[in-house]
């Protein structure tokens, strides 16, 4: 699909995180709008990647999901919680950090370069 199609897609996200009230802050939103979601989903359509659910991506033998990709509304809610403000530093591993968001021994991947605020 084109870029025109993924920006309306996820502006129509943006503008739902907005009405149910998840996202607040225009730091918030600039972090959403930079990391593309549809690129950690490819096995997704365009339109399910920018719907405000968990989808998942990797199954267990029985079907039950083992890995998902968090729902947008829960990440933005997140994110407000962090109080994000320029020059802010987050560990780049918070798992590994013990920082109670996550169990200590969850690893979670994070982007390069880390978005500056």
């Known amino acids: 699909m084109s870029e025109e199609t993924i920006l309306a897609l996820q502006q129509k996200l943006i503008e739902t995180l907005k009405d149910t009230g998840a996202l607040k802050s225009a730091v918030v939103e600039q972090a959403l709008r930079a990391v593309p979601r549809h690129l950690f989903l490819p096995e997704e359509p365009l339109e399910r990647a920018y719907t405000d659910i968990a989808i998942a991506v990797k199954r267990g033998e029985q079907g039950e999901w083992t890995s998902s990709s968090s729902q947008p509304a829960?990440?933005?809610?997140?994110?407000?919680?962090?109080?994000?403000?320029?020059?802010?530093?987050?560990?780049?591993?918070?798992?590994?950090?013990?920082?109670?968001?996550?169990?200590?021994?969850?690893?979670?991947?994070?982007?390069?370069?880390?978005?500056?605020?």
Not at 87 to 111: K, M, S, W, Y
């Open 74 to 117: 829960i990440m933005a809610i997140m994110l407000e919680q962090l109080e994000l403000r320029p020059g802010l530093r987050i560990p780049a591993e918070p798992g590994r950090a013990g920082c109670g968001l996550f169990p200590h021994n969850t690893r979670v991947p994070v982007l390069h370069p880390i978005l500056r605020l």
